[in-house]
């Protein structure tokens, strides 16, 4: 199959330059990789500028309300294992509106692959801070800048009991494609945070890691049993420090010949080192006033957990099929016999 | 007798709703028809003994039985709170209030059998008598019969070769209340026995000391029998010959969604999430995996409804099922459900409100929420249960309607109707109203888009699963001919009437509305849901007509033709007036005068006869 194949005939409507547009790109080539048929995949959303994703795939889509794309994609997936079930929402459909429904659903590991693209700002509403808004910015909702910190999207997955997490870049083609069919593969809930461009509202909010000159010396891409190097030379590796007084672990950059190098290991089912290369560079994203305690530690892209654990979606239904095979009664005739009844 | 109102009151771990259920069972097994309200306070456990821990359960037998009735003839006081509950009333908490009978629950020519032993000053203190006799304190008419025993004495009496314990003999108190029960109304000990034997299959200990202390309970009726007479039930049953049991309201309901999917030959889904009085529904629901029910316990009640609606996109009979502010959480997912054109049930069974209200009391205060509690214009069908047994029907009549016209439907029962039981005659599966989901022809395979329509106006169902009709669904404005996204003006006209339409021809598909009683009297009663039994007694009292609404939005198509033949139209609800206001907004030229109670129970029937006679 072909990405063209995914594409449906709506006019792609996001902002010329939003990062949106790289997504979609890239789930229509990952959709072709994967090579499910298109009516075999369903793909939910919730409201704001990335739940627009379904109308450009063609697949089954659904369009919902803000914030309850993952629970209506949980009914969806629950009912119809047999479907491939994708969601589509943004940083304020899920960790504001949708906070609920998108924790349940990683506690639950009901097997679905969530793009939540990150764009740290409020678009289709013109430009209100979101919950992954840094402290003190400015926006219109906050003009004095925001009272509030914002959520570590990693660590709020791996608090709530994330089988997978992955994290991308609108401008990475490639490693987007790579997460995608990853989430994908992975039996489970699979969140991908997709770091969004929004060129209208907040131009630039990844431009640490975006920005070509400076992307190999800010972010490392992760994968799965190789070695934690970085740097445009590749000089530079990852490695963890523990702290002799505190025992607090911390990540560290060594040159890259250092032995103290890590090699990447999403499986592991202890989330401690998974949780360290989540927050990698995020304090620069926690409060617009206050750098000083940024590290030279890169931002984390690439599968950064992915584990295997039951998932809902089959529980439940094994349950079902469980039962049943024992039962004496497997229809409303059968069921209303057994109940304590007298004929008149 | 013809029919006989029983209420039993204990203390809340006094086990008064078993006994009062088995009692209402042994009646039904017998041949009696039965109504029964369970009425109990919203602590699982309040301090034992108090005023506020008291539960109570209400049983009318008999022939032609329409309600719980509205006093009792039988009480059944296991201790002091008890007595003075039933005794005054609403009025328990006035710390000078006397018996009268406006208030008391059990009428001046009644049998009041009370536990003497939980009359020490100990239990009196706790019920916050002033003095040390409850029966001169509470002035109760010497009309009334007023039975003494020594329940708790008697029972450890009967359980003392036992070997059991105090704590766990006493729990056995209400057996000897029901055995002296049975002894009053005759019932046969034999029937008793193995209803109890039924009841304790799983705990099978508990069989014999249970049915021991029962049968000293009859026995002691025995030596009473000098003091009292035994009341003899007549009158054959009116029901017809079928095989029956006694069902609750939302065991039905829960039955009637489970028929539906069988029926329908869809997959049965329930997103809900725990609230009074609507959870049984869910614990039937969840316990039914036999019948491959899928029911799942969300989040929040949001959850509860989007999870129902993303099983009815991929294709499922979706049901969700919730009480009043449940519904409130749930109004923007229906209304995505009204503009994608799923088909959705939800079940709202009513309690007391605003807010969190009065959680186990009922009230049929939710139907102005039910029509209109949504933004933008967002009609869906509104059906109401009328009696225990019959939420089976109308559940199954949800399911039939939201299948075969792609529409959310909202049912509304309460908690009158949830929590009590009634005759319910097992229907076969063959034997009911077949249903067709609406499908879509394979002609449109490759051409399909979710706006495509039947002849009735009822858009085609594709789901995911289905080669060559894939689709985009939207929560947002379709385009009338394409089904994508759509902000022009002219358009949107057009989807909302389309919308409204699809609703009303559903009055092509529903029974016309039949008038009960006198139909060719001057006054006529209307009401709605639950109060059904209430209001039929009292037509026959009044021998007037009365239309009892079971469908309403779209109501019956002959419904002006038959409000307009009367001069006096009262519409009777346990609101303020909302299904009033509502057949006003239709039919302003009729005089509609309305009857309303709004204090948590069902309604009585004198009190209706009372307002009407004027």
Sequence with gaps: ?344 | MKNIVVRFCGDSGDGMQLTGNLFAQLGAELGHEISTLPDFPAEIRAPQGTLGGVSGFQVELGSEVYTPGDKADVIVAMNAAALKVCTLGSHFNHPQAHYDEQFSLYHRHAIVIVDTDSLTDKDLEKALYHTDNPFTELDIPESVQIVPVPLTTLTKEALKESGMDNKSMLKSRNMFAFGLICWLFDEPMDKAIHLLEDKFKKKPALVAPNTKVMVDGYNYGQNLALSIHQIHLDGAPSEAHGTYTSIAGNRATAFGLIAAAEKAGKHLFLGSYPITPATDILHELAARKDMNVMAIQAEDEIAGVCTAIGAAFAGDLACTTTSGPGLSLKSEAIGLAVMAELPLVVVDVQRGGPSTGLPTKTEQTDLLQALYGRNGECPAVVLAASSSANCFDFAYEACKIALENMTPVILLTDTYLANGTALWRIPKLADLPAIHPQSVPEELKGKYNPALRDERGVRYWAFPGMEGYEHRNIGLERDAERGTISTNPENHEVMVRARQAKIAQVADRIPELKVQGNASSDTLLVGWGSTEGHLHASANELNCALAQFNYICPLPKNTREVLSQYKRIIVCELNTGQFAAYLRAQFPELPIEQYNEIQGQPFAVERIVEYASK
């Design chain 1, 1 to 344: 199959m072909q990405a063209s194949d995914f594409k449906s005939d709506q006019y792609v409507r996001f902002c010329p330059g939003c990062g949106d547009h790289a997504i979609c790109m890239a789930l229509q080539k990952a959709m072709a990789q994967i090579g499910i048929p298109t009516h075999q995949i369903a793909v939910v959303s919730g409201i704001g500028c990335s739940s627009r994703m379904p109308h450009y795939l063609n697949t089954y889509g659904f369009n919902t309300i803000h914030g309850r794309g993952g629970a209506v994609a949980t009914g969806v997936k629950t009912s119809h294992p047999e479907l491939t079930v994708w969601q589509m929402s943004g940083d304020g459909d899920c960790f504001a509106i949708g906070g609920n429904h998108f924790i349940h659903e990683i506690r639950r590991n009901v097997d679905l692959n969530v793009c939540v693209f990150n764009n740290r700002i409020y678009g289709l509403t013109k430009g209100q801070y979101s919950p992954t808004s840094p402290k003190g910015f400015v926006s219109k909702s906050s003009p004095f800048g925001t009272a509030e910190r914002p959520f570590v999207p990693a660590q709020l997955v791996l608090g709530a009991g994330g089988t997978f997490f992955a994290r991308t870049l609108d401008v990475d083609m490639p490693t987007t494609v790579d997460c995608l069919v990853a989430a994908k593969e992975h039996k489970g809930c699979s969140i991908v945070e997709c770091l969004v461009n929004c060129v209208i509202f907040n131009n630039g909010t990844h431009a640490w890691i975006a920005d070509r000159e400076q992307r190999a010396e800010h972010s490392i891409i992760l994968k799965h049993g190789e070695k934690m190097i970085f740097g445009k030379d590749n000089d530079k590796g990852l490695a963890v420090e523990i702290d002799p007084v505190t025992f607090v672990p911390k990540m560290i950059v060594v040159p890259a010949d250092d032995p103290r190098v890590l090699v990447h290991d999403a499986h592991q089912p202890d989330p401690t080192l998974h949780r360290l290369l989540g927050l990698m560079g995020q304090e620069r994203f926690t409060d617009v006033s206050d750098q000083t305690e940024a590290s030279d530690l890169p931002v984390a892209l690439g599968v950064i957990r992915s584990v295997e654990a039951e998932t809902y979606d089959h529980a439940v239904n094994q349950q079902i099929a469980d039962v049943r095979e024992k039962a004496k009664a497997k229809n409303f005739d059968e069921l209303t016999a057994t109940l304590e009844s007298w004929t008149m």
